[in-house]
């Protein structure tokens, strides 16, 4: 073998070996790290008879401006402490991931301040009655922020949507009963799988007889399908697509999931859907999951007030359900299919691709594995209480400050979307991209609705009763 | 000849026009970190081609092939 030779089979033996770097260099990895500690955590405080409670606090329901200072003024010390804990645990893991601390903590301490007053408006006793829901106005304030006022750049090291969210996604599973995972997730998995292979064909069909360049229609297509804006690179990468052709994907999928988020909960009120049958109704409109479970957390929040039939947790249970289970966990194995349609069936590139089975596993979302894992432990670990003690010791000292946990981390992510989204710097999409993806949409939303409003209804509407 | 580059690994993953950092691609995908995150999973390792402007897996491979010089892994 040759000197080249020899170089290249250490450089082929380097690159396999590297793939064992995603444990620290994958966010997905480091939400299920940041997610399961949490929860281990708790789960130990808990069982020496403790909680992680003092350390969750979040805004009381007030009703007073004196009210609302008080509660500052008495919690002060555990605001601070619940600071500094997630700065730890997320400077850590971004630094990591390749972030500069020094962006990071002022953008984050900038973060938790804007994130503790929405959610303290949101607590206010008259915000429903505006419609100020803490992920809406998180956003809201988020995007004029980030398009009127105009922040730095470099504050993005703070405002990670993806990794808040798959942090907060793990946390989910602490409060999600394994048996209804197993028992819910067939369904979910049916009615998204439905979902997702008629739009991305409607995509993709319609996109051609636009005269849409095949892998343009298809990462398009799985956009609108899969997973929004992640679904579109894996596949735009899948199958070799023009660099232009995943910013075109990324603006219409931005322009549709944000536009859902103020839309979806507003129209299932009005439809009155229940609780349940509305989150897997956006879980099966909305191609975000960042985006998604704003909406859902929005028409969870409606159903606390009293608004909307069931209860919040529902409808976050069934949106995870048909986003995360359904949908998600397929991007392999979409990215796998494209890939091998594109090498043998499409007009060849100047590029030479195989499709390569491998990446079934390694474009697996593997947060997912944390929220699974989480969903066990806690499952697991309680399984011996009866419901009354579930109830009195197992809520207030080990789930509910999960919880907590967790809806900070949504928090965080709802606002970072809006910090993130800059319209001026979106690529221009064109009409065609738009108008093949809006037939997907539309499609989505209607069959969606079909199937989880009348085929699935008793199901949805059942879960986690 | 260019059989055995494949296999010992002249593709897009050595190759020198191959941009894969995670900060280049939230750099040249606007709006990319919004909704998602050139970190995550699913994009694998994915990187753009700045000789035919296309997006491609570190897999694939062209006769165009040059290799990389510097030793260091690639970003993931």
Known sequence: MSNVDSSLSRESIREQSLRWRELWLKEDWWAIWLGLGIVIVAYLFFANGSSIKWLTVTPAKWSTIAQLGTHFSVNYSRYIAQFVVWLAAFSIALTALGYKAREFIPAFAFLYVVSVIIFAVGQWDQANRYNLEPPLVALAVGLLLSNVVGLPRWLDAGFRVEFYIKTGIVLLGATLPFTLIVWAGPVAILQASIISILTFLVIYWVGLKLGLDRRLSATLGAGGAVCGVSAAIAIAGAVGAKKDDAPIAITVVIAWAIAMIFVLPFVAEALHLHAGVGGAWIGTSEFADAAGFAAAQTYGNLASHGTVAGSSDQAVFAYTLMKVVGRDVWIGIWAFALALIATTQWERTEVNARPDASQIWWRFPKFVIGFLLASLIITLVTASYSLGTFNKEVVPNLVGPVKDMRTWAFIFCFLSIGLTTRFRELAGAGIKPFLAFSAGALVNVLVGYFLSAVVFAAHWENLAR | ?76
């Open chain 2, 1 to 76: 000849m260019r059989h055995q580059q494949e296999v010992l690994g002249a593709n897009c993953g050595h190759c020198t026009h191959f941009r894969n950092d995670p900060a280049y691609l939230e750099e040249a995908f606007g709006g990319l970190n919004a909704l998602s995150s050139a970190r995550g999973s699913v994009r694998g390792s994915d990187g753009i081609c700045v000789v035919h402007g296309r997006y491609l897996q570190t897999g694939a491979s062209c006769p165009k092939f040059e290799q990389r010089h510097s030793p260091h892994l690639l970003p993931l």
